[in-house]
């Protein structure tokens, strides 16, 4: 079957199962969820085996260390995203909630109803546990969803996806609500973004040239973030130890994800009894650091930082530094150069702690913790269909709420405009 025609049967019936789970009770879905965490936990062996034919394609076809490591499922990630489905189970069902009612003059009483997007279609890289997350979120939410997924990843995906058609199956829900699409062909990305008679809304996951792709070609709506250039900033009146922890965890914990800080921002008044020891922590990682011209003066043997290192998502272990005077001049630079991800501030001034808060316009900001924790799965959402920089219609990580519309809903009793 041509690309074409194959993308447009997975429309139909994404589409005529997305009508089914519009009227799913939330113990059905909730049977599913827990059935599918069941299958992934018991088919972990066949899971990792279908994902090492794919680590041995890609460190065969050259994929870098970032890339290999977001392909990796471990044992830890495999638990994890059965743990992310049981987390969604537990979750409050969005569905039919009605909220806001109230009397009008004319005797009808409104209010509003959430209800499902439709059909939403997910295209993202190298990430396996995404295929998990992403079908959990859109079942839980009463979405059908398509699932795209990066050609290096297809043996991990479609063992995931036999774990999901297994617990929708003893559930008794169409296996067509979720959809892995089962081709590389790249055109099959082109058909399902310009499906607006079977696609609702597309969520990209994955690097910034192709999320720049799919939102210029879209003819369907795009929950999006295009990079994660995110900051952490050490205040002067920051505990120093505790900038430390988090500075080091924000940037060492994992190099590879959107949410991992890229640039080091540290008050002039503590640079010099903060950086050296920060700075020798880091090399001792095997992090290459980049500073400006004043870090240079107190970190002599690192690297100048470029105009272009300030705008770069590394991905990487590579670190920009910066000396700023003040919190104003450290909101500058992040406003300047933030991607609008995810800041971090380390201070003991409240009143600090609450400008940054109030000032810094990104989809998270955080006071003396990690930039690690902008998570759905941290934020307790159970898992995220991606982190969205956008103002409408979700921003941040997006869970089940964002995974949804609100209709207005009118009850009278014969009422009749005049």
């Not at 076809?61 to 990630?77: C, E, F, H, Q, V």
């Not at 201070?347 to 998270?364: G, H, K």
């Amino acid at each position: 079957m041509e690309v074409a025609a194959y993308m447009q049967k997975l429309g139909q019936q994404a589409r005529e199962a997305s009508r089914v789970l519009a009227r799913v009770t939330t113990n059905n879905k909730n049977t599913a969820l827990l059935a599918i965490a069941t299958a992934i936990r018991s088919q972990a062996d066949g899971l990792k085996t279908a994902n090492q034919q794919d680590l041995q394609a890609g460190k065969a076809k050259g994929l870098d260390a970032a890339m290999l490591d977001r392909l990796t499922l471990t044992d830890g990630r495999i638990e994890s995203m059965a743990q992310g489905l049981e987390q969604i189970a537990a979750l409050p069902d969005p569905i039919g909630e009605i909220s806001d009612m109230r009397y009008r003059p004319s005797g009808i009483q409104l209010g509003q109803m959430r209800v499902p997007l439709g059909v939403i279609g997910i295209i993202y890289e190298s990430r396996p546990n995404v295929t998990a997350d992403a079908a959990g979120l859109c079942l839980k939410s009463g979405n059908a969803t398509i699932l795209r997924g990066g050609s290096e990843a297809i043996h991990s995906n479609q063992a995931i996806a036999d774990c999901i058609h297994q617990g929708l199956q003893q559930a008794g829900l169409p296996i067509t609500a979720v959809q892995v699409v089962e081709i590389t062909d790249r055109e099959a990305v082109g058909q399902l973004i310009t499906m607006p008679e079977y696609v609702d809304v597309v969520v990209p996951r994955g690097g910034k040239s192709l999320i720049e792709r799919i939102s210029h070609d879209a003819r369907v709506p795009v929950i999006k973030h295009l990079d994660g250039i995110c900051h952490v900033y050490v205040d002067v009146e920051a505990d120093l130890t505790m900038a430390q922890e988090i500075a080091f965890n924000a940037k060492c914990h994992r190099y590879g994800v959107c949410n991992a800080m890229e640039t080091l921002l540290v008050h002039a008044d503590i640079a010099n009894e903060f950086l050296p020891a920060m700075a020798k922590r880091f090399i001792s990682e095997g992090v290459e650091l980049r500073g400006c011209n004043k870090t240079l003066h107190i970190l002599p043997d690192i690297n100048v930082a470029t105009d272009a290192d300030w705008d770069t998502e590394y991905l990487a272990p590579i670190l920009s530094i910066k000396i700023v005077t003040d919190v104003d001049d450290a909101m500058l630079h992040i406003y300047q150069h933030s991607s609008a991800h995810t800041e971090s501030i380390v201070t003991q001034n409240y009143d600090t702690a609450r400008r940054f808060l109030q000032e810094v316009d990104s989809s998270s900001v955080l006071v003396n913790a990690s930039t690690r924790f902008a998570d759905g799965f941290e934020y307790g959402l159970g898992a995220e269909i991606g982190i969205s920089t956008d103002k409408l219609h979700a921003r941040g990580p997006v869970g089940l709420n964002g995974l949804t519309s609100q209709k207005w809903i009118v009850f009278g009793s014969g009422q009749i405009r005049t």
